[in-house]
């Protein structure tokens, strides 16, 4: 039986030695924020640590002591008897600096100035989230990850964990990920960010001086993420074109109104969506994390040849993909599965044919749920020997 | 040999009669802008109608006398010894009602109030557009077109020419269009309006009033748009990931610049794409056009059979759909084609695979231009037989 991992309280950890950026700027001290679900074993080689994607956290799994109704992201996935098993592993979710839920981010003050760092907060990059995850694990003891998972943007922060730190980790597990943007995948971000920057409340991203938040911005582009995170189908079957019941109907609207207001079900979704992620989530930090992302590809300083920037990774790979995925599609996760071949490293992979797109990879779709459940089995046995 | 046109003039009609809409409201009178190639036959069996998309106008081919840098937007396709032949056909381009090249919109003086109607300006439909067109048809003295011709919102236009004026044309060619728009399609366009909607600068749709233009909102609409009428594929052989050239550079960037501004040339593309069409197009348009996308479903009133809703069509169809198209798939092309053969109808079609997604529909592929130069060569036939 599968059961939660409770209420969870998130602990923080100051660093004070500065940490240089990938842009060559650095970062004088600053606080990374987790959360830890399971124990840590006697050898101290039971730990998982799990990558967050553009608009999650450190709360993997359990209930938020401070809010019953803030269940873990991937409450799914990790948990007693759950796939990522925490009677088996001491699981380690962390908040990405940058983020804006508790670790060091745009929100943030400036010591240099007393006021947020706002728009002067460094531009990161995945392998700048990857090495100062690497000294939380330090911190934390962890000499190396018995595996570390993460779906979309949080499989690139896998995927960089097996070529910066190859002795750190037994085991990458990537989901539903790319070795880079396509083109396609930047538009989409810069479309998202423009709206952030041109919103005026947005303020040159000093609009915490202002009283204000981009919310318009914020909304916009949150309703872009939405429509890429879904497949076409999946969104047809929810939605497709039935009309928006108002709240003084009784039943479902079978007439247009000819307005520009919310005609469709659809519309009304998004606009929710937008309306709910303006209010939660920092602007400077989506335009943090969307670079991020743009910026990822490892096989960059290689030429454009992935098995080469892939060739210092040691680790077993179990890789996922779903069918319906047009974000990151399946053919993204083999490019990354035949440059590992290429390197004779040990993969496993599997296409998913799950009809939600890339949001699949934070569904229970049972053949995804128990390929993963029978890969952390195996490593819980290489553990446990 | 295939030539120009030359150099065109708009003509330009007034309605004064009112034209009753889908909505159930009325305009008052109104004006459309229109341009002609080619001459009338004595009795009057050439012509051919040319709808037009999103943002297109009346101005299909040849040179505007009044900008020689103004081609016409399907000037490839239509003209002396093209696909369209102007030596055999007189072909007419129509501005739609509620557009914002000339013809009466949201930008035209409200005769009830003395100013500009913007928000006031009835939501209009596909069907209010083909009624219209059919008014300017009886003012030209043409009782029925050997073609009605359009692609994508175009292509919808001419679909409902054939079963709302059953008689009045002999062939429907629609390209690169759709039967309805799904969820995800209705989902790019609301992102695209909300934009605008809640750009400070669009002033509920009076901003003729407040001497402003939403152009925020409408550069990001545009590149919404834009993303979603190019296939993946091409923005990759086109951009991938290319940096983008500073004015200073002498070459290409190999180096981030870790801001939040123009970083690759993709970024600098759509951005360069939105400022341009800001510059041009109306907002209260771009919501109107939209909406009309939105609403399109002629097989709504049957219970959504596509078949019962074609029955009334007589003429001959060709559809033409793009392998790369994911806005309009081929798929969404069958089903018409399918619709159409229950109801008996002589149906040519073909799927080309044209690398350029939805905007291949205005390129010149020779497969796409071969077919349509075939099939118009038939209508000729019939037309001087």
């Known amino acids: 039986m599968s059961a939660s991992v409770g209420v969870v309280t998130p602990s923080r950890h100051r660093f004070d030695a500065p940490l240089a950026l990938s842009s060559g700027a650095s970062i004088a001290g600053y606080e990374l924020v987790y959360e830890t679900y399971g124990r840590l074993n006697a050898a101290r080689s039971n730990a998982v640590l799990v990558c967050h994607a553009l608009n999650a956290s450190h709360h993997v799994a359990g209930v938020a002591a401070h809010d019953p109704q803030d269940v873990g992201w991937w409450d799914n996935l990790v948990g007693p008897g759950k796939p ?38 460094p531009v990161l990059t995945v392998e700048d989230w990857v090495r100062a995850q690497a000294h939380l694990a330090d911190a934390l003891g962890i000499a190396r990850f018995a595996a570390v998972i993460g779906g979309s943007l949080g499989g690139m922060q896998a995927l960089a964990w097996s070529t910066l730190f190859p002795g750190r980790l037994a085991h990458c597990v990537a989901i539903a990920t790319a070795p880079k943007l396509s083109a396609q995948n930047i538009a989409f971000n810069e479309v998202a960010r423009r709206a952030i920057l041109t919103d005026p409340d947005f303020h040159g991203g000093r609009f915490y001086d202002h009283g204000t938040v981009p919310a318009r911005g914020l909304q916009v582009a949150r309703m872009i993420g939405h429509i890429t995170y879904l497949s076409d189908d ?22 247009y109104q000819f307005t520009y207001d919310v005609e469709f079900e659809i519309e009304s979704y998004l606009r929710h969506q937008g309306e709910k992620f303006s209010r939660y989530f920092d602007a ?13 590809d490892p096989a960059r300083d290689r030429g454009g040849d992935l098995a080469a920037a892939l060739a210092p990774a040691r680790c077993g790979f179990l890789l996922v993909s779903f069918a319906t995925d047009w974000r990151f599609a399946p053919a993204r996760s083999r490019e990354i599965v035949a440059a590992l071949l290429a390197n004779q490293r040990s993969v496993t992979y599997a296409e998913i044919d799950a009809p939600h797109g890339h949001d699949a990879f934070l569904l229970d779709d049972p053949r995804y749920h128990g390929l993963v459940a029978a890969y952390f089995g195996r490593i819980a046995t290489e553990v446990s020997a």
């Open 234 to 255: 999946v969104m047809g079957e929810r939605f497709g074109r039935t009309l928006r019941r108002h709240a003084s109907d009784t039943a479902l609207r079978s007439e």
């Open 84 to 121: 990522v098993d925490t009677e088996r592993f001491f699981v380690v979710g962390v908040n990405n600096l940058g983020s804006c839920f508790g670790s060091t981010g745009p929100m943030s003050v400036n010591p240099a100035t007393g006021r947020p760092y706002g728009p002067d907060f």
């Open 284 to 296: 400077n930090t989506y335009l943090l994390i969307t670079r991020a992302l743009d910026y990822f």
